[in-house]
């Protein structure tokens, strides 16, 4: 099992900044991807940036630019820096480890840009 623990959502306005937090642990040598996805009601979840344990990193068109996804693999963390941030990036954003064989899931933190 693996536990992902998120932090750093909150309001924020437009063209600020936040950054989130993921903290894993549990069974976390068995994850290879990690990454963060987004959820606004009513749509389907998103994925927004993913990057794997070597660094290699992926981003959704719309944040390109704007958000960078960072790796620390001694501390089992990855973090989300968001820049410029447009009201259509309000959302719950979720963390996400990937092994082989499973998907774990964050429990969400709201980030909200007001304008």
């Known amino acids: 099992q693996v536990q992902l623990v998120e932090s750093g959502g909150g309001l924020v306005q437009v063209g600020g900044s936040l950054r989130l937090s993921c903290a894993a642990s549990?069974?976390?040598?068995?994850?290879?991807?990690m990454g963060w996805y987004r959820q606004v009601p009513g749509k389907p979840r998103e994925v927004v940036a993913e990057?794997?344990?070597?660094?290699?990193?992926n981003y959704t068109h719309s944040v390109k630019g704007r958000f960078t996804i960072v790796i620390d693999n001694a501390k089992n963390t990855v973090w989300l820096q968001m820049m410029s941030l447009k009201p259509e990036d309000t959302a719950v954003y979720y963390c996400?480890?990937?092994?082989?064989?499973?998907?774990?899931w964050g429990q969400g933190t709201q980030v909200t840009v007001s304008s």
């Open positions: 996400n480890g990937r092994s082989i064989s499973r998907s774990y």
């Open positions: 549990g069974s976390i040598l068995s994850i290879l991807v």
């Open positions: 990057i794997t344990r070597d660094g290699n990193t």
